[in-house]
């Protein structure tokens, strides 16, 4: 049977900073999908928020947080639909993410089932926070929805919208929504709101919460498989392992970032930054398939790269600043990196940006 908690929220992901955080890009095919079949131009919208479409067939892809709101500003300047949120969310395919899809129908019913993609949340976006609320004293259970920029209406439209049809599809219609709190105003397109969403709406709440029936958590999964509920665990277990592989190589990124300029770069120096055991840190970058070397030098090279480019400090303090105690180190490094010294490649870049007539 179903257990009721207070609420059920489990995220990997918030000691990230708003810069790190990202989506699945499952979301942003998905959204493709959509666009194209109410006839609006797809390929207009992802040009517009700076994406490639041979970017969608990266079965790995994950997508900045940040750039949300430049690809619904584009969505609703290329709709020009005030309501295209809803919309895209509306004709989105459904049971596109199978790993979740079967933790959630595989469990004996459907509170458990809905516990289980929680714990998961992070495989669809590291902003999202999901969380389900249980009071004792009530008959209902919701769930809230929110991000780290709760201003991004399209988004909050669209999310409402899919989490109403994959919960309602899922469970063979036992979980429907009752009513819908959501934090904007849309008082002006209630109507419409509440035809797609298909319950009544309440406007500029503190949150944003779907409501549903208590009783329907218990209810028994007609889909409950045991066997197939472990195979798509640990193939949620190995997913949500893959993006802490993720996270650590962006850990030490920053953390090189932070202390280039010391000179003091080793593989124990940055794991105590981490407050890690060095041999575990050199282990777990082995497993993600690269090393503390190989993520110094690559970070060396694209800033050198940088400052070459971008600015006009001299080669001397260039060397400072990548974290190079000996400018014959970092010239040897930079020729190996691009088969030019830096003089060189400042040089034929700054040629290149004057043009042929200059």
Known sequence: MYSPHAATSITDASSLSMAELK????????????????????????????????????????TPHWGQQVFWQAAETVSDDPLIG?????????????????????????????????NYQRLISDAIDLTLHD????????????????????????SAMVLVQVMRTSSDGALLAKKIDICHDGADYREEYERLLGCPINFG???????????????????????????????????????????????????????????????????????????????????????????????RHHLSR????????????IVYLTGFSEPSTFYRAFKRWEGVTPVEFRKRYAKAEEGPDQ
Request: proline share 2%; with cysteine; aromatic share 6%.
């Open 135 to 158: 009071d004792a004293g009530s008959d209902e259970v919701w769930l809230t929805f929110k991000y780290p920029n709760n201003d991004l209406r399209h988004l909050i439209d669209c």
């Open 306 to 317: 940088k400052l070459l480019l971008a600015t006009d400090e001299p080669i001397s303090e």
């Open 23 to 62: 989506d699945a890009g499952t979301l942003i095919r998905l959204a493709y999908q959509s666009l194209k079949s109410l006839g609006i131009n797809a390929e207009k919208v992802l040009e517009d928020a700076d994406l490639d479409i041979d970017q969608l067939y990266n079965s790995k892809l994950r």
């Open 205 to 299: 709440t503190d949150e944003n919460r779907i409501y549903f029936e208590k009783s329907a958590l218990a209810a028994r999964s007609l889909h409950n498989h045991p066997e197939l509920l472990d195979f798509h665990t640990r193939c949620a277990e190995a997913q949500l392992e893959d993006l802490k592989r993720r996270d650590l190589i962006n850990d030490v990124r920053h953390q090189i970032g932070a202390m280039l300029e010391t000179g003091d770069l080793t593989s124990e120096t940055i794991a105590r930054a981490l407050s890690m055991d060095a041999h575990d840190m050199v282990s777990r970058l082995r497993e993600a398939g690269t090393s503390f070397s190989e993520i110094l030098n690559d970070y």
């Open 86 to 118: 809803l919309k895209i969310g509306k004709r989105m395919p459904l049971f596109k993410s199978v790993v979740l899809e079967h933790l959630f129908i595989s469990a004996q019913n459907y509170g458990e089932g809905l516990t289980r993609v929680l």
